[in-house]
């Protein structure tokens, strides 16, 4: 047989979910990688710098080559939500926050950009100061990237209300979200 790495996630460690079926690494043009025990992560990610994680693949799997390959990995950026450059919209289920600042990680093309509004999970209508409209677009390639609305960037009030993230993106992805305070 033949493998894929494929991405599985636990907040306890017992219990595991896989959300996202699809391939997260592919065996790639390498014939060798075409066997089984390929594309196997091994254990642990190495946080080796701010902007950089390594993790280690097994290739060529019962060849006389059988190797370790370094990959180099964005830091929480094991996927994203994205959209092309003719734009897409995402919205978050309700959640309930503890702090006092968004950030985001994030990355966009030149042309790209990214919005948030946050909503009332209630009625799906947008806090007020908090719309569209109250963000101007952001651009460029950020890990931990604070999210303003008309200069204010805290959300302390809205903390331990439900609230639905809604995301506009242009030729961008999101790949963490967290509030910090």
């Known amino acids: 047989g033949m493998t894929d790495a494929v991405m599985m996630s636990s907040r306890d460690g017992v219990h595991w979910s ?13 014939e060798r990688n075409w066997t089984h025990r390929n594309t196997t992560p091994a254990i642990g990610i190495l946080p080796l710098r ?20 370094r990959l180099s990995i964005r830091p929480w950026g094991f996927s994203s939500i994205n959209a092309g450059c003719r734009g897409g919209e995402v919205m978050t289920k309700p959640l309930t926050f503890d702090g006092s600042e968004l950030r985001i990680n994030f990355s966009t ?14 009625d799906n209508k947008a806090i007020p100061g908090y719309a569209l409209d109250d963000m101007d677009p952001v651009y460029g390639d950020q890990l931990d990237f604070p999210v303003s609305w008309k200069g204010r960037d805290n959300v302390g009030a809205l903390a331990g209300r439900p609230v ?7 030729d961008a992805d999101v790949f963490s979200i967290r509030f910090t305070h």
């Open 109 to 122: 093309s030149a042309a790209g950009s990214i919005r948030i509004e946050l909503q009332d999970a209630g």
């Open 18 to 30: 896989r959300a996202f079926p699809e391939a997260w690494l592919r065996p790639g043009l390498d």
């Open 164 to 170: 639905i993230l809604c995301f506009v993106l242009k």
């Open 50 to 69: 701010e902007t950089e994680w390594s993790m280690y693949v097994s290739e060529h799997y019962g060849w006389p080559d059988n190797r370790l390959r």
